[in-house]
């Protein structure tokens, strides 16, 4: 199935669910939320996957993005290990980084400028 054959049922962006939904939640290593944080890293990567494909590309209505420090216990989701953003766009490309090896691989590049 293609991308642009998939139809949405009428409602289903008018509920609350989904209105809650719009936010991507991106877990990061605190190297790469320091980063982010001060403005130093523009993008976020994430392999181009089948959940990745799913996730990002069949719901494109998303609002904004929350981006958290690692995975931290519920009682330490505080303001110092997440940072909220609009979301931008993201662009798909290929790129040569130390976390996914040393061959060119696709990623979904997730725009998390500030």
Known sequence: MMI???KFPPDYLETEQTRIMN???LHVKSKYFD???SGEKSEEYRLFTKYWFVRLMFR???RGIIIYRGYPKKTKYSSSNRIGRIWRGLT????IHPEFGDKTVTVFAIRVNG
């Not at 798909?92 to 790129?95: E, P």
């Open 4 to 6: 642009d054959d998939y």
């Open 92 to 95: 798909i490309k290929d790129i």
């Open 23 to 25: 936010i991507l939640h």
């Open 60 to 62: 494109r209505h998303y």
């Open 35 to 37: 980063e982010i944080a």
